[in-house]
């Protein structure tokens, strides 16, 4: 079973999941993944998947220690993102110049399919929380919008979504990770929700 479940053969991706991940990467936005399944999916399933390169951080309940809806590993996302994060000030002089500003749970979408561990758990943690409705499961998603849930059949919805409720997208601008002065790789900035 362990062996099954640790290949290729039993997952699929959905075929929405690659394109919103290079939608995201193009724009600037972190991904990762907040899983109360095993390691595994982070070092195996998802490369093989071709998922793998363009997520930047996995946060996994086995190594927190706590499972979704816990309010502690939604936070431990949030530090497993923020490496990955344009969060510099570059406005101001002096010792305000390019201070770092921590990330902020509101900055954060988090996109599930589970009412409980990902809806409810991401708010109590106080991120935005869209969940998906793949199998077109009419009650249930019913039930999860009556609870108050952005309910969407697609990435491409929540891609939708994010312009319509005119939230702000991260950006890479002017922000690089560097190694001995040389740039290795990219930052992303953070998603907030624009209030008029």
């Known amino acids: 079973v362990y062996s099954t479940f640790g290949s290729h053969a039993a997952y699929g991706a959905f075929p929405d999941a690659i394109p919103f991940l ?11 993944v ?3 399944a095993d ?17 930047q951080f996995f946060c996994f309940s086995k ?9 502690k590993i939604f936070e431990a996302a949030i530090s497993e993102a923020e490496p990955w994060l344009c969060l510099e000030k570059w406005m101001g002089t002096g010792s305000q110049a390019g201070e770092r500003t921590p990330l902020k749970p509101e900055e954060i979408l988090h ?12 708010k109590e943690a106080g991120f935005h ?8 499961e009419k009650e249930l ?4 919008r009556e609870g108050g849930a952005p ?4 990435l491409i919805d929540v891609v939708e979504y994010l312009g319509r409720e005119q939230f702000e997208l991260g950006s890479r601008d002017r922000c690089g990770a560097y190694l001995n002065g040389n740039e290795i790789s990219s930052k992303y900035g953070p998603i907030r929700k624009v209030y008029e």
């Open 22 to 32: 290079k939608w995201a990467h193009r724009r600037g936005i972190s991904c990762g």
């Open 34 to 36: 907040i899983s109360n």
């Open 39 to 55: 390691e595994r999916y982070g070092d195996s399933i998802l490369p093989m998947l071709g998922l793998g390169d363009d997520m």
């Open 63 to 71: 190594n927190v220690g706590f499972e979704k809806p816990h309010k």
């Open 111 to 122: 996109i599930g399919n589970d009412f409980k561990k990902d809806y409810v758990g991401a």
């Open 129 to 136: 929380a869209v969940l998906l409705d793949r199998y077109d």
């Open 141 to 144: 998603a019913d039930s999860w």
């Open 151 to 154: 309910v969407f059949k697609d």
